[in-house]
């Protein structure tokens, strides 16, 4: 194990701890406040945790058992923050070689390298302004370089992506991709194409402590926590296995196909199933899908060629057409009906 | 001063300061006597250090590199002979008494001592604490007067600038400072002042650096010139 | 509790620091070798003392109030509008720094003198100020407002106006925004430029005997009766000297506002 | 060109700052008045003017260049670090803004004089620093580096230390952070702090006369020929107290930064 | 009309103006740097632009012409910025009441006010805390109640969805679109569901001028710039029209079907087509699709069921067993076919 991060902050609610291998990425996911800039403050060292261990390449960078704590600027960690905080003193150019020059790397290299991550980020033309004429997206994209041109052990990506427009995401997505292929690092996003493409494993926070870790696709396509299904786009209920079917948590009954390994009765599962899977009717349907829900429909949002319906705890895509003939729009009443056999069961470790 | 190389007799007209500790109020006539002295002495400078008699004396006990010391009062002296920092024993050169000071046009019509202890004078004298002050104490006790004094002040000058101003309507300052003030003030003598008479000595300083220099200074403030200078300027004789 | 973490300082930057600190200290620490602890009590309890010292406590603390009422509104025009000649302004309100207070003394009684710039008016309206602990006040004001002005100027111009201008946007006029905004929000640069001018006006000695004069209840504070005292008994020159120093501590720990990181 | 727009202040807060600068400036004005033109030139112009005037210009760029080398450290120790005590000693700093000057000047006296504190280990080095120029620029360094202090720890805590910790994570050490993040973030505040205290070291006048004493051309300061000239010359009093507050003026308009908001 | 906003900046090159009616919302969309933030700054009275004009239910705001310029706080014009900017000193109810309380609502009226929009972003559990106490999502939502709370007569939204949670963004959405139905109101946003969902029209803003101006669903349906294409995710190519076919700008001929109003030969045109209407192929096929394209796949997306395959102009939806049977990962060389009767082609205004 390469990177090992854990932390107890009671003031904010946050304990947990996770590890991953050298030259592996993680996407810390969770909802707002959960704790995933904590964590990175904590192995960044600028926050101080009543507990807490980092080790990078077997080199403890805080131990507080054991009295370790290096300052900043000798853990190799390099953070961007959700917050840009480009240096207002300096042109872009400098901000981003100020990692280099701070390396000890002479000031020609270390504005060749600054120009080249510059370039990287689509933001070269804007090497000789100072950030406070910057507009806010055009900050980020400094900020990612100068991230980058650190060249850190340890690279802790926040939010990297928010406030870039859709010209310049995927071609930042691609270049981040190739950067990180082969550094250690954590990504902390609300997007799950970044989760996707740029990490090999998720971790997924809630309320401070660790609800899923595991294989960024096993997770995404077998999720175990609500929010990790929400941000796979797959429906998933919750609740308990009878040997035959789920009894699910607010009281009514999932049949569905138990996957490996196989639950034993009265364990906790978790069904999934996806939104392509659910058809949707004006009234409950009589038929061969023995699972079907009286549903409100909150919101239709379009996907593709799709729509995707929306309601407080399920998802369904349907085409264009059938919103037009079932006349749906949001506050419509609509049964969700899905086969069984689109239905996976898991057991909850 | 273990035999330093002070021997300043030799016509070699090496050049040399001689360095004057004196009292606030000798600052007209010493820098003129200065002049003198260094017309007399070619190849010598002299420098003053003009302040508070008691700012002065803390000076000299701290190791002030001065060769001469003038004194507005004997109390002052006496500090530092009594830490024996004086080289030859100090000698009254001058004196001075109090005199009223009004504004020009006197607007409270002051004419004698008695007037400064009428109601609504506004009066500025020296603190108790200061040899002016304790100067006009006697003065007022000597008349058996009760001064209600609006100010009493820090110094002499900060006395006559009240009245300069024209803040004050009457206050008790030395002669020779009305004498300084010239148009700026009108002064009211009055008999009572040969109660209190302020006594100035001077003495040359043990650790001199240029002892015999130090003493011709002092003699020529003894000597005629000198004295002709401080009468000039409102001195009395010792 | 989980602490947010500051960058080390440089190692070598403490030694001149301590060598800063060491000077500042040393001269206090030679004034307590020289106080008479023997008599420390009755010299600093004696009438004139405790009159003195009441009077720098009253008059500092009417300065500390004057300086705000007129220098917050001061450092707000100088930090917050732009006009023709605004540098050479702040510049001249500054002066009192640097004019000798005995100067500043005798230009506030070219001033407001009976015969200054407005006296006449002044007597017309039957107001003497001379004299009277007016006066004092009036001299520590003077020499203590651009400590105010100043401290509290940079500390607007740090601030910034980026939340004025939110709360602006959120339909607050100039009043509420300077009341609900602005000053909380510099409110411990207020603060440090209250004290600032406090401890100035505790320690003015020069302009307040030149305009005000030195008269014991009304007009001679702490530093005159130092001043006084030091011709006739330095030992209650030293000890009255090291009370001061003790008031200006005690009133500094207890104006300084929690300061923690914004 | 566009430009950032200020929220308005409220109206009424023109009138007590108007007030405020005529307090300020009207006894300069007296001063300007009491002046005697015909003569100004030759006043201003004699030997030991001419002397006090470059001396004073020495000592107090030396004071201020003395000042940063010891106050930076000491505001950056206290901006920065936390220690017990440390509340305690930035009121101590604080005291020489609250002392008098001429206890001030005595407690120097006390420190470096020859039997003062340091006075024998000095002497036994073959140090005098009393009544030397040396001892000006003490005097002066001792009332002005509170300045520098107090301004630039403000300075230092508003602006924070989020990007001296974004520098340290891109690998800075604390020296490379303290030049090329803290100190050009500060620097307006540092600036500030320099005007400051050169200006309260070009009219430091009660610790110069007890501590330096006044001896022309080596420690009788503007300030204190301004003194000596009352006694024998008010109107070149005027005079060169209208030439140090030109002085002031100009120094102060040179150092001003062109502030923008950050 | 009852919202007329432009402005020129040179400093920034930044020239456009729009207008739009009351009650309507309009989402200003464009790459960074593309003067989003400049326009909204000129609207709420924040930035003086050499000329501009903003005039708000036909009361001029600003009218450099004419030497009109409102002070923010007499426009009713609220703005909600990139940055939060809560008051730090303030605690998060007492932001939220800031703008009712300013307007002179009863401090508890403005407190239960500012309940209730909190408890609309999902916050009413930070009421008591401070700014400095916040993660970077929920300060965000904190600042868009706030900027509902002040009821502004024209409100202005830069990201407001930048870092907030999957969690929240539907439901913030949902209450956005309750609020901004009847208001008139300015969006800057990179989504374009918020663009769908929320705007009635859409202004599309590139290096400071304006590329486009129409209503929502024209606009993301028939893009006539590259911005809106790609963000719509239609795939756009553009050329001259000759009468038969588009001669495009880089070369190549395309077949497509001429919508009204019909071009004529030497018009400038766009064709558009759905990445969904992309057949893939691994060799240029011979065959009715008369339009093929020799491309380098960039990238693979998952897209509900889909996968998404970028190049560097044009985008394929394709379905993961294609993605298997063609072997394609990024770097792939491919043919894009596409019947002509899927291209639709628009005279350019
Ligand atoms: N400086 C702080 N002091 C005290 N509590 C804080 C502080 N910063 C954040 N918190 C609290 O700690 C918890 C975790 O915050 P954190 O910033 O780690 O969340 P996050 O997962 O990064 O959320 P987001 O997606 O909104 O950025 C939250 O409940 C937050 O309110
Ligand atoms: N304070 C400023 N001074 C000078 N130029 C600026 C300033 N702020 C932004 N700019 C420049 O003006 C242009 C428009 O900036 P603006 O902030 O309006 O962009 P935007 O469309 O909001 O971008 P983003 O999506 O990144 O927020 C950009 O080129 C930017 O670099
Ligand atoms: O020098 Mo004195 O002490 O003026 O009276
Ligand atoms: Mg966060
Ligand atoms: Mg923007």
Redesign the interface.
């Given at each position: 194990m390469s990177l090992e991060l854990g932390a107890r902050v009671a003031e904010r609610d946050v304990d947990a701890s996770f590890e991953i291998n050298t030259g592996q990425t993680v996407a810390l996911l969770g909802e707002n406040g959960a704790g995933k800039s904590t964590l990175l403050a904590v192995a960044a060292g600028l926050l101080r945790p009543e507990r807490g261990r980092v080790v990078l390449d077997g080199q403890p960078l805080l131990d507080t058992d054991n009295g370790v704590d290096l300052p900043p600027h000798r853990r190799g960690v390099a953070l961007l923050s959700q917050d840009p905080l480009l240096f207002p003193h300096l042109t872009v150019l400098d901000n981003v070689a100020f990692g280099p020059r701070s390396r000890g790397v002479p000031r020609r290299d270390a504005q060749q390298q600054a120009e080249h991550w510059l370039s990287q980020v689509g933001a070269l033309d804007l090497a000789g302004r100072k950030p406070g004429g910057l507009s806010g997206g055009q900050a980020q994209r400094v900020a990612i370089a100068r991230a980058l041109a650190a060249d850190p052990r340890l690279l802790l990506l926040d939010e990297p992506m928010a406030s870039l427009d859709v010209e310049v995401t995927p071609a930042l997505r691609q270049t981040l991709r190739g950067v990180l292929a082969d550094r250690t690092a954590v990504i902390v996003t609300h997007d799950v194409l970044d989760a996707l493409l740029l990490a090999d494993r998720v971790v997924v926070l809630e309320n401070g402590r660790i609800v899923e870790d595991g294989d960024t696709r096993v997770v995404l396509t077998r999720p175990r926590s609500r929010f990790a299904a929400r941000l796979a786009g797959v429906n998933l209920l919750a609740g308990t296995w009878t040997g035959d079917h789920v009894e699910l948590d607010d009281g009514g009954v999932l049949f569905g196909m138990a996957a490996e390994p196989l639950p034993q009765p009265g364990d906790r599962v978790v069904a999934t199933f996806k939104p392509h899977a659910v058809a949707v009717y004006r009234d409950l349907p009589q038929g061969s899908p023995r699972n079907s829900f009286g549903v409100r429909i909150d919101e239709l949002e379009p996907l593709g060629d799709l729509i995707r319906l929306r309601t407080e705890q399920l998802s369904a895509d349907v085409t264009l057409q059938a919103v037009a003939d079932l006349d749906l729009t949001p506050g419509t009443w609509a049964a969700f009906s899905v086969k069984a056999t689109e239905i996976d069961v898991y057991r909850l470790a | 001063g273990c035999g330093s190389s002070d021997d300043d007799k030799t016509s070699a007209p090496k050049s040399e300061t001689l360095t004057v500790y004196a009292a606030a109020s000798l600052t007209g006539v010493f820098t003129d006597l200065g002049k003198k002295f260094e017309a007399d002495h070619p190849g010598v400078k002299v420098t003053f250090s003009f302040g508070g008699s008691s700012d002065l004396v803390t000076q000299i006990q701290q190791g002030a590199p001065a060769d001469v010391f003038a004194s507005a009062d004997t109390k002052n002296m006496d500090k530092l002979t009594a830490d024996g920092l004086q080289g030859d024993a100090p000698e009254n050169f001058a004196s001075n008494t109090l005199e009223i000071v009004t504004p020009p046009d006197n607007p409270a019509k002051i004419d004698s001592l008695d007037d400064l202890a009428k109601k609504g004078v506004a009066l500025v004298i020296c603190a108790p604490e200061v040899p002016c002050g304790s100067a006009a104490q006697k003065v007022e006790e000597g008349a058996k007067l009760t001064f209600k004094p609006v100010s009493e002040e820090q110094s002499v000058k900060d006395v006559l600038a009240k009245v300069t101003s024209g803040e004050a309507d009457a206050g008790l300052v030395y002669v020779t400072d009305v004498k300084a003030a010239g148009d700026a003030v009108n002064g009211v003598t009055f008999p009572e002042a040969a109660s209190a008479v302020n006594t100035y000595p001077i003495a040359t300083l043990k650790d001199s650096k240029h002892a015999a220099l130090a003493k011709a200074f002092v003699e020529l403030v003894l000597g005629t010139v000198g004295q002709e200078a401080l009468a000039g300027a409102g001195f009395a004789k010792p | 509790?989980?602490?947010?973490?500051?960058?080390?300082?440089?190692?070598?930057?403490?030694?001149?620091?301590l060598?800063?600190?060491v000077?500042?200290?040393?001269?206090?620490?030679?004034?307590i070798?020289?106080v008479d602890w023997a008599n420390f009590g009755t010299l600093i309890t004696s009438e004139s003392s405790k009159d003195a010292l009441l009077l720098s406590l009253r008059t500092s603390a009417a300065t500390t109030v004057l300086c705000v009422?007129?220098?917050?509104?001061?450092a707000?025009?100088l930090a917050?509008?732009?006009f023709p000649g605004q540098?050479?302004?702040?510049?001249?309100?500054?002066?009192?720094?640097?004019?000798?207070?005995?100067?500043?003394g005798?230009?506030?009684?070219?001033?407001f003198?009976?015969?200054?710039?407005?006296g006449h008016a002044l007597e017309v309206m039957d107001i003497r100020i001379?004299?009277s602990t007016m006066a004092v006040v009036l001299a520590q004001?003077?020499v203590a407002?651009?400590f105010l002005?100043?401290?509290l100027e940079?500390?607007l111009?740090?601030?910034?106006?980026?939340?004025?201008?939110?709360?602006?946007?959120?339909?607050?006029?100039?009043?509420?925004?300077?009341r609900?905004?602005t000053l909380?929000?510099v409110?411990?640069?207020l603060l440090?430029g209250m004290?600032?001018s406090f401890?100035?006006a505790?320690?003015?000695?020069?302009a307040t005997?030149?305009f005000?004069?030195?008269?014991?209840g009304v007009?001679?504070t702490l530093?005159?009766e130092?001043?006084?005292?030091?011709?006739?008994d330095?030992d209650a020159?030293?000890a009255l000297?090291l009370l001061?120093?003790v008031v200006?501590?005690v009133v500094?720990?207890l104006a300084?506002p929690d300061?923690r990181?914004?």
């Amino acid at each position: 194990m390469s990177l090992e991060l854990g932390a107890r902050v009671a003031e904010r609610d946050v304990d947990a701890s996770f590890e991953i291998n050298t030259g592996q990425t993680v996407a810390l996911l969770g909802e707002n406040g959960a704790g995933k800039s904590t964590l990175l403050a904590v192995a960044a060292g600028l926050l101080r945790p009543e507990r807490g261990r980092v080790v990078l390449d077997g080199q403890p960078l805080l131990d507080t058992d054991n009295g370790v704590d290096l300052p900043p600027h000798r853990r190799g960690v390099a953070l961007l923050s959700q917050d840009p905080l480009l240096f207002p003193h300096l042109t872009v150019l400098d901000n981003v070689a100020f990692g280099p020059r701070s390396r000890g790397v002479p000031r020609r290299d270390a504005q060749q390298q600054a120009e080249h991550w510059l370039s990287q980020v689509g933001a070269l033309d804007l090497a000789g302004r100072k950030p406070g004429g910057l507009s806010g997206g055009q900050a980020q994209r400094v900020a990612i370089a100068r991230a980058l041109a650190a060249d850190p052990r340890l690279l802790l990506l926040d939010e990297p992506m928010a406030s870039l427009d859709v010209e310049v995401t995927p071609a930042l997505r691609q270049t981040l991709r190739g950067v990180l292929a082969d550094r250690t690092a954590v990504i902390v996003t609300h997007d799950v194409l970044d989760a996707l493409l740029l990490a090999d494993r998720v971790v997924v926070l809630e309320n401070g402590r660790i609800v899923e870790d595991g294989d960024t696709r096993v997770v995404l396509t077998r999720p175990r926590s609500r929010f990790a299904a929400r941000l796979a786009g797959v429906n998933l209920l919750a609740g308990t296995w009878t040997g035959d079917h789920v009894e699910l948590d607010d009281g009514g009954v999932l049949f569905g196909m138990a996957a490996e390994p196989l639950p034993q009765p009265g364990d906790r599962v978790v069904a999934t199933f996806k939104p392509h899977a659910v058809a949707v009717y004006r009234d409950l349907p009589q038929g061969s899908p023995r699972n079907s829900f009286g549903v409100r429909i909150d919101e239709l949002e379009p996907l593709g060629d799709l729509i995707r319906l929306r309601t407080e705890q399920l998802s369904a895509d349907v085409t264009l057409q059938a919103v037009a003939d079932l006349d749906l729009t949001p506050g419509t009443w609509a049964a969700f009906s899905v086969k069984a056999t689109e239905i996976d069961v898991y057991r909850l470790a | 001063g273990c035999g330093s190389s002070d021997d300043d007799k030799t016509s070699a007209p090496k050049s040399e300061t001689l360095t004057v500790y004196a009292a606030a109020s000798l600052t007209g006539v010493f820098t003129d006597l200065g002049k003198k002295f260094e017309a007399d002495h070619p190849g010598v400078k002299v420098t003053f250090s003009f302040g508070g008699s008691s700012d002065l004396v803390t000076q000299i006990q701290q190791g002030a590199p001065a060769d001469v010391f003038a004194s507005a009062d004997t109390k002052n002296m006496d500090k530092l002979t009594a830490d024996g920092l004086q080289g030859d024993a100090p000698e009254n050169f001058a004196s001075n008494t109090l005199e009223i000071v009004t504004p020009p046009d006197n607007p409270a019509k002051i004419d004698s001592l008695d007037d400064l202890a009428k109601k609504g004078v506004a009066l500025v004298i020296c603190a108790p604490e200061v040899p002016c002050g304790s100067a006009a104490q006697k003065v007022e006790e000597g008349a058996k007067l009760t001064f209600k004094p609006v100010s009493e002040e820090q110094s002499v000058k900060d006395v006559l600038a009240k009245v300069t101003s024209g803040e004050a309507d009457a206050g008790l300052v030395y002669v020779t400072d009305v004498k300084a003030a010239g148009d700026a003030v009108n002064g009211v003598t009055f008999p009572e002042a040969a109660s209190a008479v302020n006594t100035y000595p001077i003495a040359t300083l043990k650790d001199s650096k240029h002892a015999a220099l130090a003493k011709a200074f002092v003699e020529l403030v003894l000597g005629t010139v000198g004295q002709e200078a401080l009468a000039g300027a409102g001195f009395a004789k010792p | 509790m989980g602490r947010t973490r500051t960058v080390g300082l440089p190692g070598w930057l403490y030694v001149p620091a301590l060598v800063g600190a060491v000077f500042v200290l040393l001269p206090l620490v030679a004034i307590i070798t020289k106080v008479d602890w023997a008599n420390f009590g009755t010299l600093i309890t004696s009438e004139s003392s405790k009159d003195a010292l009441l009077l720098s406590l009253r008059t500092s603390a009417a300065t500390t109030v004057l300086c705000v009422l007129l220098g917050v509104p001061m450092a707000l025009v100088l930090a917050r509008t732009t006009f023709p000649g605004q540098n050479v302004l702040r510049s001249l309100v500054l002066l009192p720094l640097v004019l000798p207070p005995v100067v500043g003394g005798l230009a506030l009684l070219y001033t407001f003198g009976r015969k200054g710039l407005l006296g006449h008016a002044l007597e017309v309206m039957d107001i003497r100020i001379a004299f009277s602990t007016m006066a004092v006040v009036l001299a520590q004001t003077f020499v203590a407002l651009p400590f105010l002005v100043v401290s509290l100027e940079g500390a607007l111009r740090t601030a910034g106006q980026r939340y004025e201008v939110v709360a602006a946007g959120l339909g607050a006029g100039p009043t509420t925004v300077f009341r609900r905004v602005t000053l909380p929000l510099v409110l411990p640069g207020l603060l440090a430029g209250m004290v600032l001018s406090f401890a100035r006006a505790l320690g003015e000695f020069g302009a307040t005997i030149t305009f005000a004069g030195s008269l014991q209840g009304v007009t001679r504070t702490l530093p005159l009766e130092i001043y006084l005292q030091r011709e006739v008994d330095p030992d209650a020159a030293v000890a009255l000297a090291l009370l001061l120093v003790v008031v200006a501590v005690v009133v500094i720990a207890l104006a300084r506002p929690d300061r923690r990181e914004p």
